[in-house]
């Protein structure tokens, strides 16, 4: 019986044959043009059906027809973002396409489109709840999408240069003050979320760098933990990675910090029991922030899993990245440059930790202000 795989390829398993469906438009007698060839090995049939995208997306189709809107993007997240894009990226990319964009606009082809086209998009995206930042995310998707086609010759220009993206929205974010930050660790000590509480809310580390910090990375004995692996999750699969910018690895030191020293030198030890006990199969890569059976998190289990104990604690709400903002805003009110934070938290530059903690740093502002005029008062 023959059973799709995907879009033009399906398997007969009584026959062991891959079949895939070239469709090449319409005939002048208004009848389909399509042929179906057969394939022993499943990557003679992929290979195939991907020169044959090709071929179509590069105006090489029988009759020399319009390329549409969906094959193009098939084709340019295949050859042009897959190769050099991060696995987060991509399926980002390909989520928004599947979802929305071949829905609404797979079919036209790439010359119909248009700036009154793609602003409606935008609105209807609007309107179904979407965020202004998301749906620049599509703006920024199509843009380069259609970019690669005018490079291609596909198109004589990019018509999204004359659409007008949703503004951008600057991101509110939820933080603890220090006596909320030792309610918190006070309730999570001895429990599994513990480690990842307290090395963001300590050390600022994203919710990545948490699930793929490992011992080999922390210095017991010089009190450092280098931040240089990430794990995080790409379509409910776990995968692990360099961190995406040098700014991101980094060395921090928790001398002096001795809740954090005690719970690393205790998680320690217990890691070397587990093996003892169990041998090299007990967390062998050597995770610092395990689950009680002493597995690597999954970055999107571990979050909700902080969430829910912060509620199950009558807690205010606040997730677990939020802990790493706490962390930003801690140092702020403390009067860390903002240069200081910025290395801290791993950002690329200091404009970056400006702007997402805008917030933060207007109230720095406000105190500058303060004790401008209270010198120019005292002086008069």
């Known amino acids: 019986m023959r059973k799709s795989i995907k879009r033009n390829l399906a398997y007969d398993d009584q026959k062991d044959l891959y079949y895939v469906t070239m469709h090449y438009g319409m005939r002048l007698d208004g ?33 020399g027809g319009e390329v549409v809107l969906g094959d193009w993007l098939e084709v340019w997240l295949r050859d042009f973002i897959c190769p050099n894009r991060e696995a987060t990226t991509v399926h980002g990319y390909e989520n928004i396409i599947r979802l929305h964009l ?31 930042n998301t749906v620049r995310k599509h703006h920024v998707l199509l843009h380069t999408a259609l970019e690669a086609a005018v490079r291609q010759g596909l198109l004589r220009e990019n018509v999204t ?21 030792r309610e ?16 963001a809310g300590y050390l600022g580390l994203r919710r990545s760098e948490i699930c793929g910090l490992k011992w080999r990375s922390v210095d017991l004995a010089a009190k450092i933990v280098t931040v240089r692996e990430v794990r995080t999750s790409v379509g409910g699969t776990a995968i692990e990675k360099r961190p995406k910018s040098y700014s991101s690895v980094r060395r921090l030191c928790y001398e002096g910090v001795s809740d954090l020293e005690a719970l690393l030198t205790r998680l320690h030890a217990d890691w070397e029991r587990g093996r003892r006990e169990h041998g090299a199969v007990y967390n062998p890569e050597g995770y610092v922030a395990v689950t009680e059976q002493g597995k690597p998190w999954n970055p999107n289990r571990l979050g ?65 202000v303060s004790v401008v005029a209270d010198a120019i008062g005292r002086r008069a």
């Open 102 to 132: 071949v829905p609404s606009l797979g079919a036209l082809k790439l010359p119909e489109l248009t700036p009154a086209l793609f602003q409606r998009y935008y609105a209807e995206l609007l309107d179904k709840g979407l965020s202004h």
């Open 161 to 181: 240069r004359l659409v007008t993206p949703p503004t951008r929205e600057l991101p509110s974010h939820r933080y603890y003050d220090p006596a909320q930050l």
């Open 304 to 368: 909700t899993r902080v969430a829910a104990f912060v509620a199950e604690n009558g807690l205010p709400p606040i997730s677990l990245h939020g802990l790493r903002h706490s962390f930003a805003s801690v140092a702020n009110s403390r009067s860390v440059p903002m240069f200081t934070i910025s290395k801290a938290l791993g950002h690329s530059s200091t404009s970056i930790t400006s702007e997402v903690y805008t917030h933060l740093f207007d109230e720095t502002v406000q105190g500058v």
């Open 184 to 199: 918190l660790f006070a309730r999570c000590a001895g429990t599994e979320i513990e480690p990842a509480v307290k090395l």
């Open 31 to 63: 009848s389909r043009d399509r042929c179906v060839r057969t394939f022993r090995r499943l990557d003679d049939a992929e290979d195939a059906l991907a020169e044959f995208l090709r071929l179509r997306a590069l105006k090489r189709t029988r009759h």
